[in-house]
């Protein structure tokens, strides 16, 4: 029996996202072309522009592909702030965080950076800010500078000989994730166990991270 269409054009999506990873491997990000990457995946252009209008719109879904599902980087990360573990697998964390250092290395750093600080504020603001107000300058900063700071834990953890990711790192991950939580209740001047509350409430939600579906709008008005 042919499998359904849907389910076709759901493993050539991934089939080429899998190969653009493979091919950043070896090539810088500015040098990726659709053609190695339909080659690489074993499909052809046609196909390949059915799914993506470019090389940038593959690398923003390779990057919410990381960084926005539920169970990635960022959910784990945003459930140690709630006190709460939902702990993916070791071997999945490795890949995610191996994959956003690629990118980084290969030359899409500071692409990586405004998608986190991005997805980070959105999030911070759906909770601090449910009446549509903004967030102080203060958390503003705090949430580039934790942004930063997470992304420089994890490429170093990435390239450690100590083994990967060490209990450690993760414990001090949980203490900085509290600890953020306390500073930006304090500089918005909100309740922390309110906050609390609606931020479990939008993890809970299913589909990518609270924020994500507003980024990739984001991300689409600033590329047109």
């Given amino acids: 029996m042919a499998r359904p269409k849907k389910d076709i054009e759901l493993c050539a999506e991934r089939r080429i996202l899998d190969a653009f990873w493979h091919v950043l491997e070896s090539t810088p990000l500015r040098c990726v072309s659709v053609r190695t990457v339909a080659q690489t995946a074993e499909v052809n252009r046609g196909t390949f522009y059915y799914h993506f209008k470019s090389v940038d719109a593959l690398v923003d879904r390779a990057i919410e592909s990381e960084l926005l599902e539920r169970h990635s980087i960022v959910h784990e990360v945003l459930l140690m702030t709630t006190g709460e573990i939902d702990r993916m697998p070791l071997d999945s964390m490795q890949r995610h965080i191996e994959r956003t250092v690629l990118l980084v290395r290969q030359g899409g750093g500071e692409h990586v950076m405004n998608v986190v600080f991005d997805i980070f504020r959105n999030i911070w603001r759906a909770v601090l800010c449910p009446n549509g107000e903004a967030l102080s300058p203060q958390v503003e900063m705090l949430i580039r500078y934790n942004a930063h700071g997470i992304l420089g834990l994890y490429s170093s953890l990435a390239q450690s000989e100590d083994g990967f990711p060490s209990e450690e790192a993760l414990e001090f991950q ?45 991300c689409a008005t600033q590329r047109g």
Wanted: hydrophobic residues 40%; neutral net charge.
């Fill in 174 to 218: 949980r203490w900085n994730a509290r600890r953020t939580l306390g500073d930006m209740c304090a500089l918005q001047g909100m309740e922390q166990g309110v906050v609390l509350d609606r931020l479990l409430a939008a993890l809970s939600m299913e589909g990518p991270v609270a924020g994500g579906r507003e980024l990739k709008s984001e």
